[in-house]
């Protein structure tokens, strides 16, 4: 008996991992998902029958320049550049 409460507990929890029957799997056991049919840019949806379909697509925001980058300073310039106002 090992005098660390937690070390024992653990030990036990691994005995019982290792002593447990090995898991027997074939090829029906798996699934698989054809990842050509997703990508990054659409939306899916998954109806309550387990069908998957494709959201309508929203408009996105406009995507910023990375901080600290070229872009990002000529937007920051662009923004306090003052406005010229006509009345």
């Known amino acids: ?21 090995e898991l027997a799997l074939n090829s029906s056991s798996y699934i698989t998902i054809n990842m050509d049919n997703f990508n990054d ?12 379909s494709k959201r309508p697509q929203t408009s996105k925001m406009p995507e910023e320049p990375e901080y600290g980058s070229i872009e990002w300073a000529l937007a920051q ?9 006509v009345d």
């Open 1 to 21: 008996k090992h005098p660390d409460r937690d070390v024992r507990t653990v030990s036990k929890e691994l005995m019982f991992i290792i002593q447990a029957p």
């Open 41 to 52: 840019d659409s939306v899916y949806r998954r109806a309550p029958d387990g069908t998957i």
């Open 77 to 85: 310039a662009e923004l306090d550049r003052p406005s010229s106002q």
